[in-house]
């Protein structure tokens, strides 16, 4: 069976910082991965999606990046956080498009 | 404005009442999904529907797709504390999965 793991699961961290987030996936093979932000328990904005190893589209502009370096990994990262970026971050796979898609536990990041 | 518009926003209810939340929007979409979410979780995929006017039920949850495939709605009967959650419907617009802003849960014992 499928499962998609995110570390860390809480972070705080000061302005100015940089970030990384990581989601791994287990159990398919070259699935469509996402970048979610939840802010305040609502609805879901997409950040980043991929749909091959290097292949990433960006949604919002933002000081936030992504990039996956192998099949089944999907890295967030920023050079130097804002308060702004404080938020429930998930990462998601699908097999067929953006249909369907399943959700790893989220990160919760406070930027202080 | 949001592509997907969800009602009511919160709801909070007694265990053993009956629901219904609605997601409605003024564009067509291929398919509707609905998710229902945890605190502190990800999002867990509920259904799928594809087909105007199309009816699924999971248990005492009923959902249905508009005949225009321009709205849904979610059903519970005889509600319980277990299915206190956030409950968001997404949709395919342009290649990507759009959520509404939820439909937040409470169900009181």
């Known amino acids: 069976s499928q499962t998609i793991h995110q570390w860390p699961a809480t972070l705080v961290q000061p302005v100015g910082s940089p970030l990384s987030l990581e989601c791994t996936v287990e159990g398919t093979s070259n699935p469509n991965l996402y970048w979610y932000r939840q802010a305040a328990g609502r609805g879901l904005q997409l950040l980043f999606y991929s749909v091959g190893i290097g292949q990433i589209s960006s949604e919002v502009p933002q000081n936030l990046s992504a990039s996956r370096p192998q099949d089944r990994q999907f890295i967030l990262s920023s050079k130097k956080l804002l308060l702004s970026d404080s938020g429930f971050y998930l990462c998601?796979?699908?097999?067929?498009?953006?249909?369907?898609?399943?959700f790893g536990p989220g990160t919760r990041l406070t930027v202080t | 404005t949001q592509l997907l518009e969800q009602s009511p926003q919160f709801l909070s209810i007694q265990e053993g009442e009956n629901l219904t939340v609605y997601c409605n929007s003024s564009?067509?979409?291929?398919?509707l999904q609905w998710y229902r979410q945890e605190p502190g979780e990800g999002p867990v995929l509920l259904v799928t529907v594809v087909t105007g006017g199309e009816v699924k039920k999971l248990k005492r949850l009923t959902f249905q797709f508009g005949d225009a495939r321009k709205d849904s709605s979610l059903h519970i009967t005889a509600a319980q504390p277990g299915d206190t959650g956030l409950y968001l419907c997404a949709g395919v617009k342009g290649g990507k999965l759009i959520f509404g802003q939820g439909t937040e849960l409470s169900v009181k014992p």
């Open positions: 564009s067509v979409f291929s398919s």
């Open positions: 998601a796979w699908s097999v067929i498009g953006p249909y369907e898609q399943y």
